[in-house]
Antibody, heavy 120, light 111 residues
């Protein structure tokens, strides 16, 4: 059974750096074809893809946010970490991590999401 | 404003068939990139409904089907049920943006 869960602060101040951790079980990120991505959703708005890390440590970022994002993995801990620098109120959103379906660029299992508010 | 355009809302009566469109361009759907569909029930995380244009993950009822033609894709839901009331999102890859993109979402209301 594959599960993912996001953790991190619920409130950050503008200009601060956000660090989110995705802890997963039921698969190994060292297995060929696997990946974990981050997607966010501002309140009442659409989904937005942020970043993706593959089993071979290849990393992909949203071009519009690339300068602010860093994604890393710790295979031994079954964790993926996303950092976003220079937070702004427009970054207020529910942040989801999700597993990449092997052989597809779809996200087949999702965490419950964590609401992050950027406000002073 | 998303590069994948979906109607903001669709509706249908129980038992009816509805379709949700996802219109892209030559840099995403029209370039041959596959389309995936997600269902998001109120207050929950998205759930993968259709992957790679037409495939259903295990456990997804065959009332849900996907298709793709040219620069557009569609999600069809037959035998509409009250539990289908949700937001639906399409996803694809865009070569000009060098990343994955989601549609703006469609709210399905079961009358």
């Amino acid at each position: 059974q594959i599960t993912l869960k996001e953790s991190g602060p619920t409130l950050v101040k503008p200009t601060q750096t956000l660090t989110l951790t995705c802890t997963f079980s039921g698969f190994s990120l060292s297995a060929n074809g696997m990946g974990v991505g981050w997607i966010r959703q501002p309140p009442g708005k659409a989904l937005e893809w942020l970043a993706l890390i593959y089993w071979d440590d290849e990393k992909r970022y949203s071009p519009s946010l690339k300068t602010r994002l860093t994604i890393t993995k710790d295979t031994s801990k079954n964790q993926v970490v996303l950092t976003m620098t220079n937070m702004d109120p427009v970054d207020t959103a529910t942040y989801y991590c999700a597993s990449r379906r092997s052989g597809s660029e779809s996200f087949d299992y999702w965490g419950q999401g964590t609401l992050v508010t950027a406000s002073s | 404003q998303s590069v994948l355009t979906q109607p903001p809302s669709v509706s249908g009566a129980p038992g009816q068939r509805v379709t949700i469109s996802c219109t892209g361009s030559s840099s995403n759907i029209g370039a041959g990139y596959v389309v995936h569909w997600y269902q998001q029930l109120p207050g929950t995380a998205p759930k993968l409904l259709i992957y790679d244009n037409t495939n259903r993950p295990s456990g997804v009822p065959d009332r849900f089907s996907g298709s793709k033609s040219g620069t557009s894709a569609s999600l069809a839901i037959t035998g509409l049920q009250a539990e289908d009331e949700a937001d639906y999102y399409c996803q694809s890859y865009d070569s000009s943006l060098s990343g994955w993109v989601f549609g703006g979402g469609t709210k399905l209301t079961v009358l």
